[in-house]
């Protein structure tokens, strides 16, 4: 108990001390206008509020990732504690906040798109590619994820066909129609479920005396799985996922004024931490062991543990609203990861968004592939979306040190943990069965040697950026402060 109460401790302080040191050294000005603003189209760029904003962010990047990957991560025993609680802090809410405010500063940019600006034309390309197919592989993922959620909680009275088709035809809507429409109305009533059935779970392991196991690095996993680099690929969304940045730019061009991005962005970051960390806590708790725990994933999946743990926790009516909560986090990625898809799409073929046939002629085919994907099995869909995912999220890292470097700052704060992780992304893939299935110590090896031959090349770019001066934020002269 004393490891959880403290990780949730250590996550509110860094966001208070952190991430007060990482807004301050980015430097905001508040009396820069936003896109929200200078590019409002009334679809995609449309000025809300901060709270509106911050709930948005957080069920945007809240998937079934910080439920799903830490109940799997619990297999670990508590060293699933010791990334969420440093991954979080460091990693994942500096990519966040990096990735938000510099899109803000060019005019909402998706990743694609700063990619190319700061680590080179051709990387827009494969950037491009990168993102969308992860983003194809999120939206079919959260697709099926609370189809088979709902399935169960009507204990099958509805056909699992139809509840994905009426999943589809919702993410049509909320891809197409402007984002004030359906996502900016439904999504504060959503983040209150989810927040909700989150302190619900969180309070009565507190209240009951859950056996919460203390600090440890010994690997409990009954296949003894290596907790390193797979923990990395497992717990994501809870501690540092590509996928958020992918969804940012969407609120970067909501975001009213520059001083609001501690707070959507790496404030929500630490809020998905704490939810995962209630998740974590649960799943190593209330089963008997790791065993136990294991046995329930075998049979019924990541949502049998989440059915069983809210069921236990708050009781009949309870649990099924905290399963309902569950439900809402895929669904609110599902849409917001088509729509992403669909901006990126349009921002790298130039084509403005703002008619709707515009936006249906590129979403319609992304639509199609995702039901053609439905039919591929899930843990294979889930394994190639985990290292997807990981490695977007040491583009994003290495975009910001970029970035940090040009104008002079602490690029060491996004460096580092963008090393880190591509040194797991590299020996993950070599040693993976959907990689190249080279043996482990090969694996740590090229892992390393690689990070370094990229760091080199990183430097050689970055001090030719530096040299040439290049702009690093989109001009706006003649808007005065608009917020």
Excluded at 123 to 150: C, D, E, Y
Excluded at 418 to 446: C, E, H
Aim: one cysteine or more; hydrophobic letters at 55%.
């Amino acid at each position: 108990m004393f490891t959880f109460l403290g990780g949730i401790a250590l996550l509110i302080i860094g966001y208070f001390t952190y991430g007060k040191f990482i807004e301050k050294m980015f430097g905001v000005k508040e009396s820069r206008a936003t896109p929200a603003y200078v590019n409002s189209d009334g679809v995609d760029y449309v000025p809300m509020s901060t709270s509106k904003n911050s709930l948005i962010q957080l069920l945007n990047i809240a998937g079934t990732g910080p439920i799903f990957g830490p109940i799997m991560g619990a297999l670990y025993g508590p060293a699933a504690f010791i990334w969420i609680v440093v991954g979080c802090i460091f990693a994942g809410a500096v990519h966040d906040y990096l990735t938000g405010m510099i899109s803000i500063r060019n005019r909402g940019a998706h990743l694609p798109e700063l990619a190319s600006k700061f680590l080179g034309k051709v990387m827009r390309h494969v950037v491009n590619a990168f993102a969308v197919l992860l983003l194809l592989l999120v939206g079919t993922v959260f697709v099926s994820t609370p189809a088979s959620l709902l399935h169960v909680l009507m204990d099958g009275k509805i056909a699992l066909g139809l509840i994905i088709g009426f999943i589809f035809l919702y993410y049509i809507l909320a891809t197409l129609l402007p984002v004030d429409k359906i996502i900016g109305r439904l999504y504060p009533y959503f983040g209150a479920l989810l927040v909700i059935s989150a302190l619900g779970v969180g309070i009565g392991l507190i209240v009951t005396g859950a056996p919460i196991p203390e600090l440890s690095f010994q690997n409990f996993h009954p296949d003894n799985a290596p907790i390193f680099p797979l923990i990395f690929f497992t717990i994501t969304c809870g501690a540092l996922s590509g996928f958020h940045a992918t969804q940012t730019p969407i609120i970067s061009r909501t975001t009213q004024n520059e001083k609001q991005g501690r707070k959507i962005f790496y404030g929500m970051m630490i809020a998905e931490g704490i939810i995962a960390m209630i998740w974590a806590a649960a799943s190593m708790s209330l089963f008997d062991g790791y065993n136990g725990l294991n046995e329930v994933l075998a049979a019924g999946g990541p949502g049998a543990v989440v059915s069983e743990v809210s069921t236990t926790m708050l009781g009949a009516i309870g649990g099924t609203l905290a399963v309902l909560g569950v439900v809402v986090l895929p669904i609110t990625s599902g849409d917001t990861a088509f729509r992403s898809a669909r901006m990126i799409i349009a921002e790298y073929l130039n084509i403005a968004q703002k008619k709707f046939s515009s936006r249906l002629w590129i979403a319609v085919p992304l639509f199609v592939i995702s039901l053609i994907l439905t039919q591929i099995d899930f843990n294979i869909l889930w394994r190639y979306f985990s290292w997807a995912n990981q490695a977007t999220a040491v583009i994003a890292l290495f975009v910001g040190a970029m970035y940090l470097y040009i104008a002079k700052k602490n690029y060491w704060v996004s460096l580092i943990p963008g090393s880190f992780m591509l040194v797991m992304v590299i020996t993950y893939i070599l040693n993976a069965q959907i990689g190249f299935r080279l043996s482990m110590d090969v694996s740590w090896y090229g892992g390393v040697i690689g990070t370094a031959i990229l760091l080199v090349l990183f430097f050689r770019a970055a001090k030719k950026a530096r040299a040439k001066n290049l702009q690093l934020d989109e001009d706006i002269s003649g808007w005065d402060k608009v917020a």
